[in-house]
């Protein structure tokens, strides 16, 4: 039954996009871009020169609703994968993650892969909008993110 339960607070949502990986990366490791493909219309804007590099790196972020997040990124890898959890400012991330993974295709495109996953979330106030976050959302986000980036790359090509 435990599988059950976990398959369900583990979402996600692909798509190949007609972009190079390190382009669609820079959308998503730059928080300030963030705003202009979130599909769950959640983030309002981030301060420049927040760059994800590394593994360990805190960026901040302001939600439409005024609110601030720190966002602990605990995976990295340049230009193909980046996964972070949010909290409040100084405090510890209550135990969901956003996840990013890009794979380059033979056809020269990208798989890009975002994965929402709160089977650690501890906070049971955040829960029921951890259930509203449904691959339909997570789609969206990547909709967003595939028509930035092909619109930029055929702007630059």
């Keep these: 039954m435990t599988d ?9 949502a692909s798509r190949e996009i007609a972009a190079d990986p390190a382009d669609i990366f820079e ?7 963030q705003p202009r493909w979130d599909g769950n219309d959640n983030l309002a ?9 590394a593994e ?5 972020m302001t939600l439409t609703n005024g609110a601030v997040r720190d966002n602990h990124v605990v995976e990295f890898t ?7 959890r949010p909290s409040e400012p100084g405090k510890e991330p209550p135990g969901h993650l956003w996840r990013w993974e890009l ?3 033979p056809e020269g495109r990208t798989l890009v892969t975002h994965t929402y996953d709160w089977t650690e979330l501890t906070d049971e106030k955040r829960q ?5 976050t449904t691959g339909d959302k997570l ?11 092909e619109r930029e790359a055929n702007s630059a090509g």
């Design 128 to 132: 029921v909008r951890a259930r509203a």
């Design 4 to 12: 059950k339960i976990d398959d369900l607070r583990v979402v996600s």
């Design 45 to 53: 804007e981030a301060p420049a020169g927040q760059r994800v590099r």
């Design 103 to 105: 794979a380059s295709t």
């Design 56 to 60: 360990g790196e805190v960026f901040s």
């Design 139 to 149: 789609s969206a986000s990547v909709e967003r993110l595939a028509l930035l980036a």
């Design 78 to 84: 340049e230009g193909r994968r980046i996964a972070w």
């Design 27 to 33: 959308l998503i490791a730059d928080p300030a871009q």
